[in-house]
């Protein structure tokens, strides 16, 4: 090898490398999880009108455990759906939040407790999910602090809670 295709070589290298890198940026963000700036981690959750068992309207997972400051994305994958805190089922010093219908929605979660998300429009038919924000000793009575909210739900929510605190306790 000359010199010249030495340097052409090396190049060569550094151009792979740069080509390699913005690939996998561009892959992470196809990933369940990612960095975020402040080093949290992001989670997807998309919105769907069909899910992977066949269910109507869901969010996709249901139940997500995270640790505080990670970030949690609702993807509005179908249309027609939005994500919602339910009054008195997230951490009291948490902010509730309501994203607009169709719209991709971020929030970084910082307060640990338990978080009750639903989808407005589809609420009553059970359109529902559970964030569960860190692992503190609250959770054996996250289902019961929770139920005067939970029974006063339509009774679709009340059992796609029923199932979702029962994957807490598995998850436990
Ligand atoms: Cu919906």
Do not use: W
């Not at 019961?144 to 796609?160: G, I, L, Y």
């Amino acid at each position: 090898m000359n010199r010249k295709s030495v340097l052409l070589g090396a190049i060569a290298a550094v151009m792979i490398m740069v080509a390699g890198t913005a690939f996998g940026e561009g892959e992470d963000e196809d990933e369940h999880e990612d960095e975020d700036e402040e080093g949290g981690e992001n989670f997807e959750i998309k919105m769907l009108d069909v899910g992977a068992t066949g269910k109507m309207m869901v969010f996709e997972p249901a139940f997500v455990m995270v640790k505080p400051g990670d970030t949690i994305t609702f993807v509005p994958t179908d249309k027609g759906h939005n994500a919602a805190t339910i009054k008195g089922m997230i951490p009291p010093a948490a902010e509730p939040f309501k994203s607009k219908i169709n719209e991709e929605f971020s929030v970084t979660l910082n307060e640990t407790g338990i978080y009750g998300i639903r989808c407005v429009p589809h609420f009553g038919i059970g359109m529902v999910a559970l964030i569960v924000v860190g692992t503190p000793e609250y959770v054996e009575d996250a289902e019961e602090d929770a139920s005067e909210v939970v029974e006063s739900m339509p009774a679709k929510a009340q059992q796609a809670f029923a199932n979702l605190f029962a994957q807490l306790k598995a998850a436990q």
